[in-house]
């Protein structure tokens, strides 16, 4: 008995040291497939950094892969003061900070009204927000052009706020109404036996719980905002209105010759969004996981 007994531990022992010596060799492999995706995430932002430092004479002597024989901030400085791009990302800030906001307040108080509220024809909504994402930004160009001359908007950063806003609430409705629909009701009805109205129940019960989320979708539709590209170029004309991509956009076109410019143009576009991320970080990952917990 004892010998069957030892056998029968050792057995159990060797099967946890094959099973734990598989477990740490599937995670060398998912580490390395995550570092070839960080490499390749990483390679276009190193592409860039490295021609914008080059002079057009090195990048024509040596080509876009190769180390810079140079370090000169020429590009870097020329798109800086050319497109004025100290007043283009105030405006891309100011946008992008603004439309998040209204867009999260938006979409609070409307998944409020379908998720708590269960207003009649909720669900009818959803379904049509959810077409409304769907449609093209080239089908409401036009429309949204004309409505803006029409009241006095046109070429002004307000009219582009209020856009973005109110696309953007599409999906921050359809995502905080399905997680109100499960928000625990017994947490209301304590809220409703202590005499709170529905705006203390919003602001002092639910938003306090949601907060981790709506600090994530704040940080989505920042980036979003900031990467648009068509709508900004239609309604910003002037030079003082328009954001970091419009400025890129343009520049890139004026200068298709000098690959330096256009390496400092993407570089410079891209640093402010790498950076909000990077500050941003942790926000993203505690909404993700508690998200995931609920």
Not at 17 to 22: A, F, I, L, P
Not at 142 to 158: T, V
Not at 241 to 252: D, W, Y
Request: hydrophobic content about 55%; glycine content about 6%; aromatic content about 10%.
């Amino acid at each position: 008995m004892t010998t069957t007994a030892s056998l029968s531990t050792e057995v159990v022992s060797d099967m946890h040291v094959h099973h734990g010596q598989k477990k740490g060799f599937a995670r060398w492999i998912v580490l390395a497939i995550l570092l070839v995706f960080l490499a390749a995430t990483l390679f276009p932002f190193l592409l860039a950094a490295l021609n914008a430092i080059k002079t057009p004479a090195d990048y024509a002597a040596n080509g876009p892969l190769a180390l810079p024989h140079s370090f000169d901030l020429t590009a870097l400085q020329n798109f800086w003061t050319t497109v004025d791009f100290t007043r283009k990302l105030f405006n891309s800030i100011l946008i992008s900070g603004c439309t998040a906001i209204l867009a999260v307040v938006l979409s609070l108080l409307n998944a409020y009204a379908i998720g708590i509220g269960r207003v009649r024809g909720g669900k009818a909504l959803l379904v049509v927000l959810l077409i409304s994402i769907m449609a093209p930004q080239e089908a409401l160009v036009y429309p949204l052009y004309y409505m803006a001359k029409q009241i006095g908007l046109f070429d002004s950063m307000l009219a582009v706020i209020l856009i973005f806003g109110v696309l953007h609430t599409a999906f921050g409705t359809y995502l905080l109404s399905s997680v109100l629909t499960t928000f625990p009701r017994e947490i209301i009805e304590a809220a409703l036996i202590d005499n709170a109205s529905r705006w203390q129940i919003l602001w002092k019960v639910i938003v306090p719980v949601l907060r981790p989320t709506l600090a994530v979708l704040a940080t989505f539709f920042f980036i979003w905002t900031w990467n648009e590209f068509l709508i900004p170029l239609v309604f910003l004309v002037s030079n003082n209105n328009q954001t970091v991509s419009v400025a890129m956009g343009v520049l890139s076109g004026a200068n298709t010759q000098d690959p330096t410019a256009i390496a400092a143009a993407s570089l410079l576009g891209v640093t402010p969004t790498v950076i909000f991320f990077l500050i941003f970080q942790r926000t993203l990952t505690r909404g993700v996981a508690v998200g995931a917990v609920k």
